[in-house]
Structure formats: structure tokens, C-alpha cells
């Protein structure tokens, strides 16, 4: 069973930083896209950055410049390095994976992970 975990997040002063791990298992094959998201408070869930398996990234304004998307492609992991958070960017931070997995042959689907609260505050 393909399974997406988070951890890192956390509480944290304005002005600090945050490093968010996901790490992906279950057979897996190939992981094309991965993603972060966040959703805060009433509000609806978006995305913050994207790299694919090539390497290329984006983020939204919101966050260019403070973080950055990385991943390592042999363990199956994606990383959000959080930098200069603002209280704006307190919210629960979704893993999310567009990859191919075997289970009696091969298989193609998206993925989330279960969320980690990330809270900026004095």
C-alpha cells in the first residue's frame, strides 16, 4: 500500500525555520510529480511549491525567495525548506505524489500524506 508521511512540522517563531520531510513507500516504481500544499483555517487548500522528477521547480509568490522544494530520488523523499515564516503561513502542510507503483502489475495514481501543522507565533 502506497503511503506518503510528513514530519517536521511545528511551532516556530516569526523570522524562523522549518524543515518539512515526506517520505514515500509501497512499492513504488517511479515518482513523477511532488508537491506541497497547505491549507489554512478557512480557507481552501493550495499549493506551495512543485518540483518534478526532473528537477524543476515552482512556488507561489507567496513564498518565492523564503522556501525551497528539493527532493532525493533514491529515498523517495521531498523536502520543503521553510525560511523567514510568517504568521501568514501557519496552516496543516500536505505531501502530495503523482507516481507509479506495483501490486500484480504496474499502477499509476496521486497520493497524499495525513498533513503536518506548521503554527508561526510569537
Do not use: H
Not at 20 to 34: H, K, R
Not at 60 to 69: A, C, E, L, N
Request: charged share 15%; net charge positive.
Amino acid at each position: 500500500q502506497v503511503q506518503l508521511v510528513e514530519s517536521g512540522g511545528g511551532l516556530v517563531q516569526p523570522g524562523g525555520s522549518l524543515r518539512l520531510s515526506c517520505v514515500a513507500s509501497g512499492n513504488i516504481v517511479n515518482i513523477q510529480g511532488m508537491a506541497w500544499y497547505r491549507q489554512a483555517p478557512g480557507k481552501e487548500r493550495e499549493l506551495v511549491a512543485g518540483i518534478t522528477s526532473g528537477g524543476r521547480t515552482n512556488y507561489i509568490d507567496s513564498v518565492q525567495g523564503r522556501f525551497t522544494i528539493s527532493r532525493d530520488n533514491a529515498k523517495n523523499t521531498v523536502y520543503l525548506q521553510m525560511n523567514s515564516l510568517k504568521s501568514e503561513d501557519t496552516a496543516v502542510y500536505y505531501c502530495y505524489s503523482d507516481l507509479t507503483y506495483y501490486r500484480v502489475g504496474f499502477y499509476s495514481g496521486t497520493f497524499w500524506g495525513q498533513g503536518t501543522q506548521v503554527t508561526v507565533s510569537s
